[in-house]
């Protein structure tokens, strides 16, 4: 297995943008070159969402974020945001919804990224990592499963781990608190799936942290730029290998409790997408263990 892993693995994650992926669309219609993580920040919050088919729920999160987001404005004039909408070659009207947020609130406030092509929810995260200005990047998922309010509750997470090392420092949403009550809602077959994946996130990659899925992550620009250039899963563990990477790295990672309220049409395919998580799980660990995949900081073209 070790032999498999180690040469089947890519060398280098894809950081490769098409032609179409390097401009975004503003509110007036005119393309603009999309900015670069490596630039100095101009916002103190990026909200990156990756959308993948999400015309039905994106709407509910874009209303209730974009809703905090300008009240929180207003109570304070310095603070500053954007959201990026990564549509994640979606084949239905996900970029059309989303464009209707960036005429109604400017292309200042919301931008839409169309990758060419479905890179998975990884590679959707990083190219909106890749492309956000703000000096706080929070991950949020489409479905709204996680009150936008509780950014705070991370904020506060990422305040107390000051002074960070190297300005690095992440803060997870999490909802084992809220593990129990969702055991009873569960079969037994997806409780023992659940119960297996939590042992082989433990044993192989990343302890300390209970609910390394949760979608609701804000990292400080260094920690995104620093984890997201090295990672190389693009699929549904890429929290977990970009987790490893932060402990890897000795980032100070904090885990706070969310609200969370599960959403219908989700995305995940019970059997077949943990059995593909256990893999790349094993993978991660096998490939950096040999060598084959290496922690370093590379630039996206």
């Known amino acids: 297995i070790c032999v498999i892993a180690h040469v089947t693995a890519r060398k280098m994650p894809t950081l490769h943008r098409h032609e179409e992926e390097k401009f975004f669309v503003n509110d007036e219609g005119r393309k603009e070159p999309v900015p670069s993580i490596h630039d100095p920040p101009v916002k103190e919050l990026s909200v990156v969402v990756p959308s993948y088919n999400e015309?039905?729920?994106?709407?509910?999160?874009?209303?209730?974020?974009?809703?905090?987001?300008?009240?929180?404005?207003?109570?304070?004039?310095?603070?500053?945001?954007?959201?990026?909408?990564?549509?994640?070659?979606?084949?239905?009207?996900?970029?059309?919804?989303?464009?209707?947020?960036?005429?109604?609130?400017?292309?200042?406030k919301v931008r839409v990224l169309s990758l060419v092509k479905n890179r998975g929810k990884g590679g959707?995260?990083?190219?909106?990592?890749?492309?956000?200005?703000?000096?706080?990047?929070?991950?949020?998922?489409?479905?709204?499963?996680?009150?936008?309010?509780?950014?705070?509750?991370?904020?506060?997470?990422?305040?107390?781990?000051?002074?960070?090392?190297n300005q690095m420092a992440i803060s997870?949403?999490?909802?084992?608190?809220?593990?129990?009550?969702?055991?009873?809602?569960?079969?037994?077959?997806?409780?023992?799936?659940?119960?297996?994946?939590?042992?082989?996130?433990?044993?192989?990659?990343?302890?300390?942290?209970?609910?390394?899925?949760?979608?609701?992550?804000?990292?400080?620009?260094?920690?995104?730029?620093r984890t997201f250039s090295t990672l190389h899963i693009e699929r549904w563990a890429f929290d977990v290998e970009l987790l490893y990477i932060a402990q890897c790295l000795r980032i100070p990672i904090a885990e706070v409790a969310v609200n969370w309220t599960e959403i219908e049409g989700s995305k995940l395919v019970p059997f077949w997408s943990w059995l593909q998580m256990g893999r790349d799980l094993l993978?991660?660990?096998?490939?950096?263990?040999?060598?084959?995949?290496?922690?370093?900081?590379?630039?996206?073209?």
């Open 55 to 108: 015309e039905d729920r994106l709407p509910v999160m874009m209303d209730e974020a974009l809703d905090y987001l300008e009240k929180r404005q207003k109570r304070d004039a310095s603070f500053t945001y954007e959201v990026i909408v990564v549509n994640d070659g979606s084949k239905d009207q996900t970029e059309k919804v989303a464009m209707k947020y960036c005429k109604k609130y400017g292309s200042d």
């Open 172 to 225: 997870c949403g999490s909802r084992a608190h809220l593990e129990k009550d969702s055991i009873a809602k569960r079969s037994y077959f997806r409780t023992l799936l659940m119960y297996g994946f939590h042992f082989l996130v433990w044993f192989l990659c990343v302890r300390g942290i209970r609910d390394t899925q949760c979608g609701f992550k804000l990292l400080t620009r260094e920690a995104a730029l």
């Open 283 to 301: 993978f991660i660990r096998l490939r950096y263990m040999t060598g084959a995949w290496q922690i370093e900081t590379r630039k996206c073209n």
């Open 124 to 165: 959707a995260v990083r190219m909106g990592v890749f492309s956000s200005r703000g000096r706080k990047i929070l991950m949020a998922d489409a479905d709204g499963a996680t009150k936008f309010a509780d950014i705070e509750k991370v904020e506060e997470g990422l305040k107390n781990l000051q002074p960070w090392p």
